[in-house]
């Protein structure tokens, strides 16, 4: 059965893009993304538009669509000096606030405002006010994965990667370390510093167990295992190594272990996978809802209209860039 001419045609113009993912996208699924990927890169350059898309996107945007690409830290770095005038966030809802933080001027877009997080959901802005009145005085370490309006309350934010330096960057003995409880956990046992946590946990790093992993083992021999810090700390105490997202991917990059298990979001192993071919990536495969909800369809609908655009309180906006401004300038 012969193709429809504009598929055929939107098929040709994306080949190359489509050597880079033929591993992990199966070329029968290829021409349902095809027309999409060549509209989206048609629409950046009509828009002046980049997009951002965080690892645990689908390889089809990842890898086809996305200007820059990264962890959370990454990602907001590298907005400060996107040359656009539109930014659209392959992320979720936090992260596309960030983008609009240290880009108050752009356009800054993300293609389904339903796209959130367990643990911003997890803590609001009069929690972190609760907090500081139980322990007056105490600095308010935050992490990224937050609403806008409560790292408007904090002192600095953080990633799971710069984590430990952020805590002791404050000099100070004591900080509540906000919302994920396991980081926090993990992060304590970095540091001299004592750390009160906050009960937050992710959707898709709780998930995973010990037995899981020791499972993973018995039936792969020679498995390395790698494991985010939002894992329980069984997980981390049964993994080789523990890292953040950045982290995790280096470690694959350099090391090259003969298989590897990536005990975080799953779409992370097939972007990884998509450039690494003498690593056998075994997945476990837990999903991050939110992060599912960008696609390719509703990417191309807001560089069409330019919505939903993200919008923030001017006030709350000067308050939670400075968190953010500090932990970017600690390097």
Not at 41 to 48: A, I, Q, S
Not at 71 to 95: Q, T
Not at 210 to 217: P, V, Y
Not at 283 to 308: D, V, Y
Request: proline share 6%.
């Amino acid at each position: 059965m012969a193709l429809n001419p504009q598929i055929a045609a939107d098929l040709a113009r994306v080949a190359p893009l489509y050597q880079r993912v033929k591993t992990v996208i199966p070329e029968l699924e290829w021409p349902v993304h095809a027309s999409y990927v060549a509209a989206i890169n048609d629409l950046k350059k009509t828009r002046n538009a980049v997009i951002l898309a965080h690892n645990y996107q689908t390889p089809e945007i990842f890898h086809c669509v996305a200007d820059i690409t990264g962890d959370s830290l990454a990602l907001a770095r590298k907005a400060v000096d996107a040359d656009a005038d539109v930014i659209v966030l392959a992320g979720v809802h936090f992260m596309a606030e960030t983008a609009k933080l240290l880009n108050p001027e752009k356009t800054v877009l993300i293609p389904d405002v339903a796209a959130g997080c367990s643990l911003a959901e997890s803590i609001t802005a009069a929690d972190v006010r609760a907090l500081r009145r139980q322990h007056p005085g105490v600095p308010v370490v935050t992490y990224v994965n937050t609403s806008v309006e409560v790292k408007a309350e904090s002192d600095i934010c953080c990633t799971s990667g710069n984590a430990v330096e952020v805590v002791e960057s404050l000099g100070s003995d004591k900080v509540i370390f906000i919302p994920d409880e396991y980081l926090a956990s993990y992060v304590a046992e970095q540091t001299d510093v004592e750390i009160i946590p906050w009960q937050g946990h992710c959707e898709v790093h709780e998930r995973f167990t010990a037995e899981e992993l020791n499972n993973f083992r018995t039936g792969h021999e020679g498995l390395t295992v790698i494991a985010h810090p939002e894992c329980p700390p069984d997980v981390l105490a049964a993994a080789d190594f523990v890292g953040s997202t950045a982290q995790m991917q280096d470690f694959v990059v350099t090391k090259r272990p003969e298989k590897v298990l990536m005990v975080t979001e799953c779409s992370m192993s097939d972007n990884i996978a998509a450039d690494i071919h003498d690593v056998e990536f075994i997945r476990p495969c837990n999903l991050c809802p939110h992060m599912k909800k960008i696609t390719l369809a509703n990417i191309q609908r807001s560089l069409e209209t330019l919505q939903p655009a993200v919008e923030i309180d001017p006030d709350v906006a000067v308050r939670a860039r400075g968190a953010v401004e500090r932990m970017l300038a600690i390097g």
